[in-house]
């Protein structure tokens, strides 16, 4: 079975990640979407410590799907780099865990 990942991404607000968890959930990319609350990023940007507001989402996935989603976000996210990164999932609910498989294609 294919390992299973969590991918952390950002967007400039909550519409944006609802449309694009929605999207991505709807193309069978990833089989679920966690989008949290606001939170503040404070990050280095073209020479300049940048002060922002955004939302932080959690998709789940399989690993092999990472490079797939990555480029379906950029084609509807609007920054100029967005954050995606993977963390491997290393266990859980066995009946989940096969949800998640089930999920994606």
């Given at each position: 079975?294919?390992?299973?990942?969590?991918?952390?991404?950002?967007?400039?607000?909550?519409?944006?990640?609802?449309?694009?968890?929605?999207?991505?959930?709807?193309?069978?990319?990833?089989a679920c979407?966690?989008?949290?609350?606001?939170?503040?990023?404070?990050?280095?940007?073209?020479?300049?410590?940048?002060?922002d507001e955004?939302?932080?989402?959690?998709?789940?996935?399989?690993?092999?799907?990472?490079?797939?989603?990555?480029?379906?976000?950029?084609?509807?996210?609007?920054?100029?780099?967005?954050?995606?990164?993977?963390?491997?999932?290393?266990?859980?609910?066995?009946?989940?865990?096969?949800?998640?498989?089930?999920?994606?294609?």
């Amino acid at each position: 079975m294919e390992e299973l990942t969590l991918l952390y991404v950002t967007c400039a607000n909550g519409q944006e990640a609802r449309t694009i968890a929605r999207t991505l959930v709807e193309d069978k990319l990833v089989a679920c979407a966690n989008i949290l609350g606001p939170s503040t990023a404070i990050y280095r940007w073209e020479g300049d410590v940048q002060e922002d507001e955004e939302v932080a989402m959690i998709l789940k996935t399989r690993r092999d799907m990472t490079v797939h989603v990555a480029a379906r976000i950029k084609t509807m996210h609007s920054y100029d780099t967005p954050c995606v990164v993977g963390l491997p999932i290393q266990g859980g609910n066995p009946d989940f865990l096969a949800w998640l498989h089930r999920e994606v294609d």
